[in-house]
């Protein structure tokens, strides 16, 4: 049986590559790199891995081709993508596609960190609560409900909170402000301290804010889907996307 190796990093950038090796290995963790998707792929085929860190733009072969072969050959290892910040679009395209989450170029030791302890812990999570049916959710991790009066109310899955661990402390964006489909709208430090940002599902201009949850945080655990919702928001470009959403009829 092949030894278990904790993350397959596929980029071709090298400066990428030896930095998430240089965090990887000074957290303990085991980790191989290549710098293309067939050798990454070759190495799916081959070995075992906790965790995948695959960037969108490959030569060659992109990190979507990536994901469709891992699926065509029952490689359930969860995958985050690294994408540039100018491409947010590829990045919810990743996450509808079956990506569990995306850590934005260029990115901080924090942000590989936290994003890094997501992915290993998110394979054990299988027992999660689905969000409700009248929901649409950003991959595994933010989710968007869109009531009668066309407000979005805007939180968090009950999985990604799982893969966060216990919630320390909640910073909101302030009211009146734009928010971006796929970009951060609040952060998360947690007890272990690890800070984990929200990435927001839709885009739109925050209404009001749940302001409960500065003092009580831990709704968003207790209650992800009810009063732990993060923010009211008018949405900006609704029918484009809520199309790339992922109704919460369809299981993880």
């Given at each position: 049986?092949s030894k ?16 998430v ?13 290549v ?7 070759e190495k ?12 969108v ?7 979507f ?10 490689i359930h ?6 994408t ?7 990045a919810v ?10 850590i934005?170029?260029?990115f901080?030791v924090?942000e590989?960190e936290?994003g890094?302890q997501?992915g ?10 689905p969000c ?15 009531e ?14 799982k ?6 402390e ?7 402000r ?12 947690a ?12 885009s ?6 749940n302001e409960?949850?500065?003092s009580?945080p ?14 009211q928001?008018v ?5 484009y ?7 919460c009829?369809?299981?993880?």
């Amino acid at each position: 049986m092949s030894k278990v190796v904790d993350i397959l990093v596929i980029d071709d950038e090298q400066v990428v590559r030896e930095g998430v090796c240089r965090v990887c290995e000074a957290g303990g963790l085991s980790i191989e790199a290549v710098g293309d998707a067939t050798s990454g792929l070759e190495k799916l085929r081959k070995g075992v891995y906790r965790l995948v860190l695959c960037d969108v733009m490959l030569p060659e072969f992109d990190g979507f081709h990536v994901l469709g072969k891992m699926k065509e050959l029952g490689i359930h290892t969860p995958v985050i993508m690294i994408t540039g910040c100018s491409t947010l679009q590829n990045a919810v395209t990743a996450l509808k596609d079956g990506a569990i989450d995306f850590i934005p170029k260029p990115f901080t030791v924090d942000e590989l960190e936290s994003g890094i302890q997501r992915g290993l812990r998110y394979q054990k999570l299988i027992d999660s609560n689905p969000c409700p049916r009248e929901f649409h959710r950003l991959g595994r991790l933010s989710w968007v409900k869109i009531e009668n009066n066309g407000i979005g109310l805007v939180g968090v899955t009950d999985l990604f909170m799982k893969t966060v661990l216990a919630v320390k402390e909640l910073s909101f964006f302030d009211a009146n402000r734009d928010l971006i489909q796929a970009a951060p709208c609040a952060t998360l430090s947690a007890q272990d301290s690890l800070v984990h940002d929200i990435l927001c599902p839709l885009s739109g201009t925050i209404v009001a804010r749940n302001e409960q949850l500065l003092s009580h945080p831990e709704l968003l655990e207790q209650d992800p889907y009810s009063s732990g919702w993060l923010y009211q928001i008018v949405p900006t470009n609704l029918a484009y996307e809520l199309n790339h959403l992922i109704p919460c009829t369809q299981e993880y």
